[in-house]
């Protein structure tokens, strides 16, 4: 199968997700 | 940086356990450093954290397969943990580099932030260690991905918040592990982060309010 799939954009990482940006 | 095919192939099971044996079982200097930055300290709050979710999921995992595993459950969580601290550091490395800021302390003192990052950890290690140890006992119960959503009291859609920065964060998951985190990620996307009591219908509702646009996507009960 073919690998994982990057899906977060440029700017985009574990501290807006969690919405402390 | 991103998982490359050869990384992912080239990594097998006995890395992973290697550095797990050896890390320690405290947060290192660099993510007491970390902690330290923060407006609010949160390395208490995190110990303590550590601590009482370790009481329940060993609970809930000798329930599971039967008080003689029990010891099991320990080291399963230990090793959890261990690489919890581990993610954690390195996420937090490549987010100040992203943002050239210290002072994670809004993220560092996140319930759920933790709880998700845990629940991956731990989720990891029950995969990669497998469940032919307990295999033998018929205890009914299935241990693998959601279980450990249950026993964490923590919503699918919190923990699939985690899976892409955790798969980035630690260089040491082989295919296999990334495989299985892919197929949990898949299956809160189709079925489970669209259970009534998901977090996801609040934010599309306030994503709906924010555009102001007539709310008619959501229906009173989910189908």
């Not at chain 2, 601590?51 to 329930?63: L, M, Q, S, T, V």
């Not at chain 2, 399963?76 to 987010?95: A, H, N, P, T």
């Not at chain 2, 210290?102 to 029950?126: G, P, Q, R, W, Y």
């Not at chain 2, 919190?158 to 985190?181: G, P, Q």
């Amino acid at each position: 199968g073919q690998d994982y799939h990057f899906g977060l954009e440029e700017g985009e990482g574990i501290r807006e997700l969690f919405d402390c940006d | 940086p991103p998982q490359t095919p050869v990384r992912a192939v080239m990594n097998t099971i006995q890395q992973l356990v290697m550095i797990l044996n050896s890390a320690s079982d405290q947060p290192s200097e660099n993510l007491n450093s970390y902690f330290n930055n923060c407006t609010v300290n949160p390395k208490e709050s995190i110990l303590k954290r550590v601590e009482n979710i370790g009481r329940i999921f060993k609970e809930k995992f000798a329930e599971a397969v039967g008080q003689g595993c029990a010891e099991i459950g320990s080291q399963r969580y230990k090793l959890g943990v261990r690489l919890y601290y581990r993610v954690m550091e390195s996420m937090l490395k490549s987010e100040e580099e992203r943002l050239s800021i210290h002072n994670f302390s809004k993220l560092l003192n996140d319930k759920i932030f933790h709880t998700s990052l845990l629940a991956c950890a731990v989720e990891v290690v029950m995969a990669t260690y497998g469940r032919n140890t307990y295999q033998s006992h018929d205890s009914g119960t299935d241990l693998s991905f959601p279980w450990i959503l249950n026993v964490l009291d923590l919503k699918a859609f919190d923990f699939y918040k985690v899976i892409e920065s955790f798969i980035k964060a630690e260089a040491s998951l082989t295919r296999e592990m990334i495989k299985h985190l892919e197929r949990c990620e898949h299956r809160i996307m189709e079925s489970l982060a669209w259970q009534s009591d998901s977090p996801l219908f609040d934010l599309i509702k306030q994503s709906k309010e924010r555009e102001g646009s007539v709310d008619h996507l959501l229906e009173p009960t989910s189908t």
